[in-house]
């Protein structure tokens, strides 16, 4: 077979490219290593980025969004379960966040790629990439057993963090930036009302968040031991920390339930560069990690492929290819900043290990100066609700 640009991966980076470019004629094939529905009951994060609501909006995937996202005004912290800040991000920067999850988003996207009967390629095994800094880049793949060959013009590696496209860029080219960070988050879904706002907590027994994915969907976190499994964890256990970690009056605010989702995620950080290399480009997760703490992960992956489509959309509009030659620079630049504010959201919510009474100090003098500072809170909004693309 053979196509205009292979895609491997159909997350929310892979799905979306794929749309964009069928939207402006350019052909693809997306090759997918889960079936459909492995990938639709993947539970992530939901938080969106004003510039990413605009980019969904654009692509004619804003009905859904629209109907049933619910607007985040506000950025809330709390610490020590007494103070709470609250900072209104629409005053401060004239944008704000929507929680829309990523789950309905891909659900979203799917059905666009229906609607055209370009669905991906479900359950496509052993993917490998051949040639790609030649000209004729192309990609074998198993399907049902049988051998198969997608000969492209370019490749766009959107397989995820555990994914192969990455491992195509040579050793000697490829840089890779990493830290682990020493706890996990504990996560649950349960159907019970969310509180209106999203809170984030720094609390002397670990950080909390308490978020939501519809009106009787909430989502909630509590920062963990990396050796902890979900067995350590009843229900009532963890609705104990998470009210405790909390100011009262917001703790009384919360409706407690049997948890319908429970899982452990470890925190890292992480980039290769370059993002692209002779016909190869990287999208998304497939180059770069950030921990969950302000929600970056799916937002990145959305302004990349943003950079990513429109580069492609010049090749083959004979608009010339600077742009796409610029794509690793231009989304490097992006990405890094997100890093950035993700590793230092992290560092002013979570206890650390081997935090020593010094660094607890300075910790919480940094949350009474955001308290106080108005141009502290402005650069907060502004890169939480998302830098410009
Ligand atoms: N062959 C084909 N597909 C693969 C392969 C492979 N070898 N390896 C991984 N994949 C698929 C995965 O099954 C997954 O569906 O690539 C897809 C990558 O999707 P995501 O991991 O969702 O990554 P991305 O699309 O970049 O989206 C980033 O996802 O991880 C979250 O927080 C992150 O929200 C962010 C978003
Ligand atoms: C989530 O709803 O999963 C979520 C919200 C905000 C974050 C991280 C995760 O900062």
Redesign the pocket.
Known sequence: MKTQVGI?????????LSELLWQAGIENVV????SRG??LE?I??GVLESGTIEILRNAGLGARLNANGHVHETINIAWRAEELLSIDTADRVDRVMMAYG?TAI?EDLYRALDARDRPPRFD????ELHDVASDRPWIS?THNGIDERLDCDFIAG????????RHAIPGNVRTEFEKVYPFGWLGIMSETKPLPILLYANHQKGFALCSMRSPMLSRYYVQCSLEDTIDDWSDDRFWDELLSRIPSDQAAKIQTGPSIEKSIAPLRSYVAEPMQHGRLFL????AH??P?TG???????VS?VHYLSKGLIDHYTSAGDDYLAGYSKRALTRVWSAVRFSWWLTSLLHRFPDQTPFDQRTQEQELIYLSSSRAAQTALCEQYVGLPL
Not at 124 to 127: I, Y
Not at 158 to 165: A, I, L, P
Request: charged share 20%.
């Open positions: 491997v991966g159909a997350g929310p980076a892979g799905a979306l090759l997918e290593r889960q492995y990938v993947r992530r994060a990523q891909q496509a095994d052993d993917v793949y959107c397989d995820g963090f555990h994914g192969v496209t999208a998304g997760d497939a990690i950030v969950p929600a970056k992960g799916l937002n990145l992956a990349d």
